[in-house]
């Protein structure tokens, strides 16, 4: 329940570009963006994953060098590589659907930082599928979900939006490796929620805000943990707190629904399981009654 909540929470980041989506964007257009490092081969078997044939939507490429002009300062060198390969898959769905998150082959980007990037871009309906043909960090997909947004609605993202995006995504998923999806992304939200209060703290009297939150959660933050979190709320003090506010309160409504799901399926797959289970025990009794004595 906590990692369902995790996930949805992280979607409230601001973004200015919301409405323009929702405007500029049909339901039913989608894009693949391809790292462009990949074989012929590879990039079949990513497609095989997105479930659709290539050809079926309009194909993008994201090259290494762009990665690096949004990350680099963010995440290590190290985790960008030197070549591009996670790549990513967008439909727009019709309004009030919501959110389809999905991952496969994507090491060290979460579902959330990924659902943060979406949000920045004004994605608030879509189905979003972030692949590889192999285990791969997945950084550079986070670049291709800001090349699918501005294809689809023929819209430049602001330059400042991209980085405040990508540095959100980053200190949140250092943050939830060392204290945990949940508790990361619940700090992160607290502050959204107070940015009135922040803009008029020192940087030590906003430190002391920071503390006081991540005791709610028995949380120990370490120096550079607060000078993130400290960097990034001085982001978020450029937007606009009410509209902040609103789409924390989106979030929360769609963790609802998203947790209702997860139960569902929980549900109907504890179901098969038992029913599994009485087929193969049923089985195993015919096996034992014909079974030749010794």
Do not use: H
């Not at 990513?46 to 990350?71: A, H, M, P, Q, W």
């Not at 389809?100 to 599928?129: P, R």
């Not at 179901?271 to 014909?290: A, T």
């Amino acid at each position: 329940m906590k990692k369902i909540i995790s996930v949805v929470l992280c979607l409230a980041i601001l973004c200015s570009f919301g409405s323009a989506f929702a405007a500029k964007a049909v339901a039913g257009e989608s894009r693949a963006v391809i790292g462009a490092n990949l074989t012929e081969e590879q990039i079949n078997s990513v497609y095989s994953i997105f479930g659709i044939n290539r050809g079926d939507t309009k194909e993008l490429t994201v090259t290494n060098s762009e990665e690096r002009s949004y990350l680099e300062g963010f995440v290590e060198s190290s985790l960008i590589g030197t070549n591009s390969i996670s790549c990513v898959y967008i439909e727009v769905l019709a309004e009030g659907e919501g959110l389809q998150i999905a991952t496969q082959n994507i090491s060290w980007c979460t579902q959330e930082m990924f659902v943060n990037a979406l949000v920045t871009a004004g994605i608030y309906d879509a189905k979003i599928i972030v692949a590889a043909p192999f285990p791969v960090s997945g950084t550079a997909a986070m670049t291709g979900i800001y090349k699918a947004y501005e294809d689809i609605t023929g819209e430049k993202i602001d330059e400042a939006v991209k980085l405040m995006g990508t540095q959100e995504l980053v200190i949140t998923g250092e943050l939830a490796e060392e204290i945990g999806n949940y508790d990361a992304t619940e700090i992160v939200t607290q502050l959204k929620l107070i940015l009135d209060e922040t803009k008029n703290m020192s940087d030590e009297q906003l430190r002391e805000q920071i503390k006081s939150i991540a005791q709610q959660y028995n949380v120990a933050l370490t120096e550079s943990q607060y000078e993130q979190l400290i960097s990034l709320c001085r982001s978020f003090e450029k937007m606009n707190s009410d509209e902040l506010k609103e789409k924390v309160e989106y979030v929360q409504n769609t963790a609802k629904k998203l947790a209702e799901t997860q139960e569902k399926i929980t549900g109907i797959t504890q179901k098969i399981k038992i029913v599994v289970e009485e087929v193969r025990s049923f089985v195993d009794k015919i096996i034992s009654i014909f079974k030749p004595k010794t």
